[in-house]
């Protein structure tokens, strides 16, 4: 179970930021793109024009560099996303929570960067598309046999063709209905996505094997 999570964590990068791209531009993606990849560097920022974003931009790009700075330098990086997530604008708060996650996923401490992900899940003053990512990635290292159906049930609304992360949601509902037992709902939402095109090729591969080896 541990590797199917880590490939979809690797698809989900893939997939949020050419969806990121196509639906809200460069500029968003520049930032999405430091989520999930980790890109540091100032020069994403200097196109920002308004005096806040540059200001918030360059505090963020610092905070990643403490990040890249490694292990020993975890906790400044820690503070330095707590400046952000407490000065900035409802964008640079998700991005501080969303890193910070990164952080205590790092050091294994998952309860913790759950409650980083709960924080953005729950503000409706974020965007939707970060309030969504934020439960795809609840689902995804939070899931047990204990609590898949609750996080089911927060996928669903998710899980729809217009949303933008459709097929990952998709894909955790089924691993968390394979976690509690319920093999049928689990082959008919991979076998849906084993012959949906439109999903990344990773995404289905994974699901025709989790199909053979439910199916065993």
Sequence with gaps: MVDIFQE??????????????RKYGKVVVAVAA????????REGWKSYEHSTRIENGTRF????????????KSQ???DAFDTIIAKGDDGFVALGHFQKARIFLSQNETAKAV?????IASDSDVDKVYRDLAVVQIAMNSGTADNADALIARLKPIAVP????YHSAREMMA??????GKKDEAKSLL?????????????????????KAIKA
Excluded at 34 to 41: P, S
Excluded at 162 to 165: A, I, K
């Design 8 to 21: 979809v964590e690797e698809d989900l990068k893939r997939e949020r930021t050419e969806r990121l791209w």
């Design 34 to 41: 430091v989520i999930v990849l980790g890109v540091a560097g």
């Design 61 to 72: 790009a610092n905070a990643l560099e403490l990040v890249n700075a490694g292990p020993d």
């Design 76 to 78: 400044a990086a820690l």
């Design 115 to 119: 409650t980083e992900l709960e924080a």
């Design 162 to 165: 217009e949303n933008t992360w």
């Design 175 to 180: 691993v968390l209905n394979i976690a509690a």
């Design 191 to 211: 076998t849906e996505l084993a012959d949906d095109k439109t999903a990344p090729a990773d995404m289905r591969g994974r699901a025709s094997e989790l199909l």
